[in-house]
């Protein structure tokens, strides 16, 4: 950890969709990151920890959102609960009503509308988030019970649990596995960033993806740039890609090859970068490229225009 005061930098990395290597290539990037903690922002599907095999210091629930319950004592049986509910989670039990918590959405109108005030509507617990600590640093995840929403919220509880544990123990940076996509997970994930890394790769949904999520960092004012990742299984898409970039102002911080040592790195539970490796001394260089980025105002300010119409003799192939 550094004694020095420095600005704390979030580097978020994401991808218009998901299957793009990019949690693969966060864990490549964790085991160079130095006095930095990790951050697994893909609550939905979170698998950094697969790579990063962290060891929970401090665990605790996620309570988002509300669940209706009927107090059957105080409930006259009158059935409105069940009529207003427009998610049937109401149910009548013959003896009584009750709501099924896996049905209800939290909307609070049966307990609004219930005559007798014989509801209650306390928080749900909806899933659960860790302080855990990992070979290369501390690392905040969570995971979402199955069903269960408010994912945007849980991704900025993890966020500033990432900030305060870096502020209060002194790391200088945080490096997020955002969620893919361009929904509220995503903008949670950007909201506060010094930088974004897009992961794209070489094909049509990669460049329409890379289009998307490049609109909403500009919406944002957030500096970004590129990796292309499996460059290689489409040169001629990687080209047209970087043309388009050059033509957008977008930076490429580089590209990755398609390296069975990724793969191997991966079954092992390890990062790419802990094998010495070509494809090591390149995801190096990238992660250097991403280190030393420094955005000029006016890339990171300018305006979003939509693309030019895709040319298919240029970018031909889905991976
Ligand atoms: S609206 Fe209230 S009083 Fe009526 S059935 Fe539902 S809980 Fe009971
Ligand atoms: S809170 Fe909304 S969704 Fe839940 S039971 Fe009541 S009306 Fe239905």
């Known amino acids: ?62 309570m988002g959102g509300n669940k209706a319950r009927v107090r059957s004592a105080d409930c006259i049986r009158c059935g409105q609960c069940k009529d207003v509910c427009r ?11 009750e709501v099924d918590e896996a049905l209800c959405e939290g909307c609070g109108v049966c307990v609004a509308l219930c005559p007798e005030k014989a509801m209650d509507f306390p928080e749900a617990r909806c899933g659960e988030w860790h302080i855990s600590q990992t070979r290369f640093g501390p690392m905040l995840h969570a995971a979402l019970a199955p069903g269960q ?14 900030r305060d544990l870096a502020k209060k123990e002194g790391y200088t940076t945080i490096l997020c596995d955002g969620s893919p996509g361009i929904g509220c997970p995503v903008i949670s994930s ?24 490049a609109g909403v960092c500009r919406h944002f004012r957030l500096p970004f740039g590129l990796v292309i990742n499996r460059w290689d299984l489409n040169p001629e898409g990687s080209a047209a890609l970087e043309a388009f970039c050059r033509d957008s ?71």
Request: proline share 6%; net charge neutral.
């Open 1 to 62: 950890m550094s004694d020095a005061k420095q600005e704390l930098r979030e580097l978020v990395v994401i991808s218009g969709k998901g299957g793009t290597g990019k949690t693969s290539l966060v864990a490549a990037f964790a085991a160079l990151a130095q006095n930095t903690v990790f951050c697994d922002l893909d609550v939905d599907v979170p698998d950094l920890h697969i790579i990063l095999r962290p060891k929970p210091r401090i665990s605790s629930p996620f």
């Open 190 to 213: 950007l909201a506060g960033a010094t930088v974004a890394v897009i992961v794209t790769e070489p094909s049509l949904s990669g460049r329409h993806d890379l289009e998307r999520v």
């Open 87 to 97: 998610f049937d989670a109401v149910r009548d039990k013959g003896t009584g009503y």
């Open 249 to 319: 102002g977008i930076t490429v911080f580089g590209r990755i090859p398609f390296d069975a040592d990724m793969l191997r790195a991966t079954a092992q539970s390890l990062a790419a970068t802990e094998l010495h490796t070509q494809l090591r001394d390149t995801i190096v260089q990238l992660w250097q490229n991403i280190c030393h980025f420094r955005p000029a105002t006016s890339v990171t300010l300018r305006p979003y225009i939509p693309a030019a119409p895709l040319l298919p003799d240029i970018i031909t192939s889905s991976l």
């Open 149 to 162: 929403e408010n994912s945007g919220r849980l991704v900025s509880l993890l966020k500033k649990e990432a």
